[in-house]
């Protein structure tokens, strides 16, 4: 067997035959996506049977931000709802296996649109348009999700979400930044003052995009990827970083440099914020203040990224290649504090 870095093949091959229904060894296992989130394998069988594995990133420390139980918890609570997500298989919690946590799903045939060539490529402008329609009824359906009868009512906190996420990322904030930035530390002032009352807590998915999720040919949503952070809370937060997610063509450029959504079909920001009122029947006039809370996570998660950057976290680098994240900073703080100013 050849040796698969983050993978005990023969260990890993004995739990699967044992423990997945109809998994027959040998497998391969081919590396997909990961780094500093959980890793992800495309696994498959003797048989032709086809799985995705799932664990920690190489040399993680922190158990709780890689939490295998808790994302195999959420996709097994989803797998009688609307939700579309991967079949969940199995998980191992026990590390004398491959030394980590990890479990498998069922693999899931269709497109993960990243860039606007593969979106071109891969969707018709028909098939954009429906994916813009599918990305926010997918996204409905996450929020309409019973918590009792998906056993996850007690994933997490229901109260105070922003509340306790403005707490959470200036503290990183303040332990991390590189320099002084007086937006930063205004935007969060404001957002403090001005969180809107929060209704029943939902699951919050905390990273929704269109690259976090797959698509079939026609452009309908097949599978929610990435429940790494996924927890209970506003729903409107999943909404406004949408917005800062997604740049359809004719609306203005966002802090974040991602352009699978710019191709002509796509449907813009106000069109799926209008959609997104329309399936929920939920109030969106405080929707900027969720925007501008966006845009100010979006600032403190990238320098961290920047700073960790800076200390080498790339090898040595000079500090002038580095440049692009601290711009990406510099303007999503004041894409926050535009879209503050948007508020009544």
Partial sequence: MSEVNGIDVPSVTAWLENNVSGAQGPFTFTFIAGGHSNLTFAVTGANGARYVLRRPPLGHVLASAHDMGREHRII????????????????????????????????VDGHVIRDAATATAVLTPE??????????????????????????HDLGRHEDYIARQLRRWYSNWNSQKTRELPAVDQVHDELLKRIPAQGPATIVHGDYRLDNCMVDDNGDIVAVLDWEICTLGDPLADLGLLMVYWTGP????????????????????????????????????????????????????????YSRYLGGALGDRDPEELLPFKMQVDGAALKALEALGRLA
Avoid at 76 to 104: E, K, M, T
Avoid at 140 to 149: C, N, P, Q, T, W
Avoid at 270 to 298: C, E, H, I
Wanted: proline share 4%; with cysteine; hydrophobic share 40%.
């Fill in 76 to 107: 097994s609570g989803l797998q009688q709802s609307a939700v579309p997500v991967a079949p969940a298989l199995g998980y191992c919690d026990d590390p004398a296996v491959n030394g980590v946590p990890f479990y498998v799903m069922g693999f």
């Fill in 127 to 152: 098939g954009r348009r429906r994916a813009s329609e599918s990305i926010v009824d997918t996204m409905a359906s996450i929020h309409a999700v019973d918590l009792g009868e998906a056993g996850l």
């Fill in 250 to 305: 004719d609306d203005e450029g966002s802090a974040w440099t991602g352009s699978s959504t710019t191709a002509p079909g796509f449907l813009n920001r106000q069109d799926l914020a209008d959609r997104y009122a329309q399936v929920t029947g939920r109030d969106l006039s405080q929707l900027d203040f969720y925007v501008a809370f966006a845009y100010w996570k979006l600032a403190c998660i990238l320098e961290g990224v």
